[in-house]
């Protein structure tokens, strides 16, 4: 049917007017996605401009009391921040069948300790980086060290990108600690001199191995946060914190950056250029650095926020940075003529959202959740949907502030739009994964639920099923998508001494569980390792598994504790081990037949484990890495690289590097 002219005059003005209010409104519909929620304008951050702003934002934030506290705090804090806590060669040809980092989204690589490409493998091996050719595995030899004459430097990160190698580490550089017209009491009182701690990205080209280069040094003041490189862009975080004394004395109050393509000396950041987060200002400088590594002579694009970062998550487009968020009351105490701040029971998660671009990070939004994350695997991105699991309340109380845990999904502005809360009262989280529209998670107190949940519906998310069964999970990993493998703990129940049931942890478990029948969740395979005790850096680290399905290949370090005691009293907390072993325990794995042990490899002699007695024995020979380059499985410590066959593990070569 074709309308007269007239009427189109008609609809033209009510279609313009449905697209403005549209537009005001925030509201922008994806063609490519029209499920996904799309995000209204980017909201601009205030920025701090002066220092008579700085201190007040930090008064308002803090209580008025607090600038002559900070000093101490942020001493102990920063302390514990610095241990956080992370390509082509010339010739022969790289073998396009090997291992990488275990990162939690494909195409996001993450930093470790170890890289390979295939002929060379990367690893940062007590405080240098060594080089070694690989392949072929008969001629493995050292090919090249890089140390450093910056002797505070410590690297503990790598990244390959074609020809480049990166090395992030801490440095811990000396500045003055008064002014000339300092008193002599206060130069009695504090020492002369002090460090501030940096954290360096420093890029190589590798491409002849017997020339290794530096070509750029990135600098930024403060302890390393995190790091992602996605394609050839490299994004780097770092967190500075705010000493009252610098405050006190109108100096150093603003980190410094150096880029040594624009110079060798450090800048300091503007207070001008600094941005704040109004709802969660803290003592402490957030700092976002971004590089195009095929654009080598570009300068580096870095934001810098008056703010605090505790984990951080990225997809291909986003990075979130999360941080804990306590709520408090203001008490006065007449008496002393003071006013106390008192912490309540709940707390908050604080989400900031920043856009990843090639070579550039730029802020977008923030957007909060009652209680508190676990980790990087506590968040995901699904559809411009945002996911988080949290934690709210304390496991020990038993009145409105028990804890619960709860999901909450975001849309690109960060409100919630749908939630899943109060799962498993008097529990807490121990591992989430997002994979798609599910969700998997274990919480734990005295038995495990394993939850399987349903996030396909992200304004209704839902519980499809769970399975409890003793133990728990620290890390989820999926085998496909309907088999989870989780690590963790055994557990054993025992009567405390008031004769309520107590779990206590024992060796190290692994398990795969079969989510097919999503409201019927089964523990398909199972194996243990050793007794209470017994650990491994996959607990903490995910980037300490070697994963791979189509090998059906499972490997990751343990130290292993045993016992000889047969009690069967059940009402005594059970005994730790003794040490018995510590290496790579490698297991086969498929649907058919589960976890197979194959075996276990081992750097250290039996002169090593005499000498370790009973307790747990630190070595150079730990071995930390295991990865593999076509049929060979090499394991990695700071004193060895073996290599093994990968059929029967049998030793193929070893080779020593230099103390």
């Not at 309540?344 to 994350?373: C, D, H, W």
């Not at 739009?417 to 107190?445: H, Q, W």
Request: net charge negative; charged share 20%; hydrophobic share 35%.
């Amino acid at each position: 049917m074709r309308l007269p002219v007239g009427n189109f005059r008609v609809l033209i003005p009510g279609v313009l007017l449905l697209v403005a209010l549209l537009i005001c409104g925030g509201i922008v519909y994806d063609l490519h996605n029209p499920k996904a929620p799309q995000a209204s304008a980017r909201p601009e951050l205030p920025v701090v401009g002066t220092y008579d702003n700085l201190v007040k934002l930090l008064e308002k934030s803090q209580g008025q009391n607090v600038l002559y506290g900070l000093r101490s705090t942020m001493n102990k804090e920063a302390m514990e921040d610095s241990a956080a806590p992370q390509s082509v060669g010339a010739t022969p040809a790289p073998s396009t069948d090997y291992s990488g980092t275990n990162v939690q989204v494909q195409g996001v690589d993450e930093a470790d300790l170890v890289k390979t490409d295939g002929t060379y493998i990367y690893q940062v091996n007590r405080g240098r980086v060594c080089i070694i050719k690989a392949q072929p595995v008969d001629g493995m030899d050292l090919a090249a060290t890089i140390r450093f004459d910056d002797a505070g430097f410590r690297p503990v990160d790598l990244y390959l990108d074609a020809d480049n190698l990166i090395v992030i580490g801490t440095s811990d550089r000396e500045v003055p600690n008064y002014n000339d017209n300092d008193n002599v009491l206060r130069k009695q009182i504090y020492p002369p001199i002090l460090s501030f701690q940096s954290t360096r990205a420093i890029i190589y080209n590798i491409n002849d191995k017997s020339r290794v280069t530096k070509v750029r040094e990135l600098e930024m003041e403060g302890s390393y946060l995190s790091s992602r490189k996605i394609g050839s862009s490299f994004y780097l975080l770092t967190n500075k914190y705010l000493d009252y004394y610098y405050i006190q004395q109108k100096k150093d109050i603003t980190p410094r950056w150096r880029d040594s393509i624009q110079g060798e000396e450090f800048v300091a950041e503007k207070l001008e250029n600094i941005r704040y987060f109004p709802d969660c200002v803290s003592p402490n400088y957030l700092m976002a650095a971004a590089l195009d590594l095929e654009k080598p002579t570009q300068p580096v694009h870095i934001n810098t926020y008056l703010g605090s970062g505790e984990q951080v998550y990225a997809s291909r487009q986003n990075l979130y940075v999360a941080v804990q968020k306590h709520d408090y009351v203001v008490r006065p105490l007449p008496e002393v003529g003071i006013a106390e701040r008192e912490r309540l029971a709940e707390s908050n998660t604080t989400i900031y959202k920043f856009e990843l671009l090639p070579g550039q990070i730029q802020y977008y939004g923030m957007g909060q959740v009652p209680g508190r994350i676990l980790n990087q695997f506590s968040m995901d991105e699904n559809n411009g949907y945002f996911r988080i699991a949290t934690t709210s309340g304390d496991m020990w109380r038993d009145d409105q502030y028990t804890s619960v845990n709860n999901v909450y999904v975001l849309n690109q502005d960060l409100q919630i739009c749908g939630r899943l809360e109060n799962i498993a009262p008097g529990e807490k989280i121990y591992s989430t994964r997002f994979i798609g529209d599910r969700a998997y998670m274990v919480t734990f107190k005295q038995i495990d639920p394993f939850f399987v949940l349903d996030l396909k519906d992200p304004l209704n998310p839902t519980i499809l099923g769970k399975l409890k069964i003793p133990g728990y999970s620290d890390y989820l990993h999926p085998y496909d998508e309907n088999h989870i493998i989780g690590f963790g703990k055994d557990t054993v129940e025992t009567k405390g001494w008031n004769g309520q049931s107590q779990a206590f942890y024992q060796g190290m478990k692994i398990a795969i569980f079969d989510v097919t029948d999503v409201n019927n969740p089964i523990e398909m395979s199972k194996a243990s390792i050793g007794d209470r005790g017994t650990d491994s850096e996959l607990l903490r680290n995910h980037k300490a598994l070697l994963f791979s399905a189509e090998k059906n290949l499972l490997a990751f370090p343990v130290t292993v504790m045993e016992t000889t005691s047969t009690s069967n009293n059940k009402n005594l907390m059970p005994a730790y081990g003794d040490f018995s072993f510590q290496g790579l325990y490698v297991y086969g794995i498929d649907l058919v037949s589960g976890l197979q042990y194959r075996g276990r490899i081992s750097h250290l002699t039996d002169q090593d484990y005499l000498k370790a007695g009973n307790a747990w024995y630190n070595s150079d020979k730990n071995i930390d890495r295991g990865l593999y380059i076509g049929t060979t499985l090499y394991t990695l410590s700071p004193s060895l690289i073996k290599a093994h066959d990968l059929s029967d593990l049998t030793d193929i070569k070893t080779l020593t590097l230099p103390q």
